[in-house]
C-alpha cells in the first residue's frame, strides 16, 4: 500500500509547480529535518518551494539549510500543492485556525490546494487527501528516506544531515526503544552519504544555555510523585528566566521519565497564553498519546504532548 502511496505522492509532485512544506507549531528536529530535506528535493526538481510553520525554529537548528525561510503566515491558495510533515493531528500545523478550509479531516477537503499528509505518529487523524502515515517508523525522516529510495532520489549530503537529524532528535540520540535495527542501518547509510553528524549532536544534545539549566533546575525542584505513583512537575509563568519560549524546557521531561518505579512523568509548562503538557513514560502498558489526545494533542505510546489556551 505505501509502495502506491508513493507513486501518488510523485504523480501530484510532478503536475505541481510551487509547493508549500509545513511543519507542526514548536518545530523539532524531526519536523524541520523532514522540511528541509523535502525542500531540497523538490528543488532539485525544478520546482518553487516555500517552508511554513506558526514557530520559528530555535537557535540550535541554525546547522539545517533553509532555516531562516520559514514562513510564520502563509496563504494556502497560492500553491498548487501544499506537503504537511510530521504532523499527529490536523490541528498540530495551528494554521487550521486561520485556513480551516485547507486541513479537513479524512481528505474530506474539495478546495484547493491539494493536500499530503507524511507522518509517523498513532494520533495522525488522516486528514490530507494522500496519507502517508507509518506509526512503526521511528521518525517522519525515516518515512522520507523509504520514499526516496524508493523513487531513487539522490540523497545529497545535505539532505542526508537533515534526514538524520529527525533520526536523532526522535530516538533521543538512539536511547529511546524505538531504536530498531532499520534505524541504525539507516543512520549508517545517511552518515555515508555525507550527514554531519557531529554539528546536531553538538546543538541538540551538547549545547545547553545557563538559562536553560535554571529552568531544568526549576522543573526538578517542582517535582512530585502522586499516590498513583506519577511523576509530575508544574512550572508556572515567570518562575523561569525566559519562561514562555518553551525551548528551554526541551529535554527535561526526559531526566524527569529517568526517577525508577513511575508510571509517567509529566511536566506543565505555564506562559501568558498557553499551559504545555509533555508526557514520558517507560512501560510497555501506558499508552500516552491516549492521555494526550484527551486535551487535544497526540503523539506516540512513550511520548506525547498537548497545548491548552488559557481563558482570558
Known amino acids: 500500500m505505501q509502495n502506491k502511496s508513493y507513486d501518488n505522492l510523485w504523480q501530484e509532485v510532478k503536475k505541481a509547480e510551487k509547493i508549500l512544506l509545513i511543519g507542526h507549531r514548536n518545530p523539532d528536529g524531526d519536523a524541520l529535518g523532514s522540511m528541509c530535506a523535502m525542500k531540497i528535493w523538490l528543488e532539485g526538481e525544478g520546482k518553487v518551494v516555500e517552508l511554513g510553520c506558526v514557530d520559528r525554529p530555535t537557535k540550535k537548528y541554525s546547522f539545517l539549510p533553509f532555516i531562516g525561510d520559514i514562513k510564520t503566515q502563509i496563504v494556502p491558495n497560492e500553491y498548487d500543492l501544499v506537503v504537511i510533515l510530521d504532523c499527529g493531528a490536523h490541528y498540530m500545523t495551528n494554521f487550521h485556525e486561520s485556513n480551516p478550509d485547507i ?10 490546494p491539494f493536500v499530503i499528509n507524511i507522518d509517523h505518529h498513532p494520533s495522525n487523524d488522516k486528514f490530507g487527501h494522500i496519507n502517508i ?27 542526508a544531515t ?18 530498531s535495527q532499520k534505524v541504525f542501518e539507516v543512520a549508517s547509510d545517511l552518515t555515508a552519504k555525507g550527514a554531519k553528524v557531529a554539528p546536531l549532536i553538538k546543538s541538540l544534545f551538547k549545547t545547553s ?16 510523585v502522586t499516590n498513583d505513583n506519577c511523576l509530575f512537575s508544574v512550572v508556572k509563568n515567570g518562575e523561569s ?10 529535554g527535561a ?21 498557553l499551559i504545555k503538557g509533555s508526557l514520558r513514560t517507560r512501560r510497555e502498558d501506558v499508552d500516552l498519546s491516549k492521555i494526550a489526545q484527551g486535551y487535544g494533542g497526540g503523539g506516540h505510546q512513550k511520548a506525547a504532548g498537548f497545548c491548552i489556551k488559557k481563558k482570558m
Open 162 to 179: 537533515c534526514l538524520i537529524t529527525g533520526i536523532y532528535n526522535d530516538t533521543g540520540s538512539f536511547m529511546h526503544s524505538n531504536s
Open 103 to 112: 486541513l479537513a479531516t479524512n481528505g474530506e477537503n474539495d478546495g484547493h
Open 209 to 224: 544555555t545557563v538559562d536553560t539549566l535554571k529552568a531544568w533546575g526549576k522543573a526538578f525542584s517542582n517535582a512530585r
Open 241 to 250: 528566566d525566559k519562561n514562555g519560549s518553551g525551548d528551554e524546557f526541551s
Open 253 to 273: 521531561i526526559d531526566y524527569l521519565n529517568m526517577v525508577p518505579g513511575v508510571e509517567y512523568a509529566l511536566l506543565l509548562q505555564e506562559d501568558k497564553k
Open 133 to 159: 502515515v507509518d506509526s512503526d517508523s521511528a521518525s517522519t525522516t525515516m518515512i522520507l528516506y523509504d520514499i526516496f529510495e524508493y523513487l531513487d532520489v539522490n540523497i545529497t549530503p545535505d539532505m
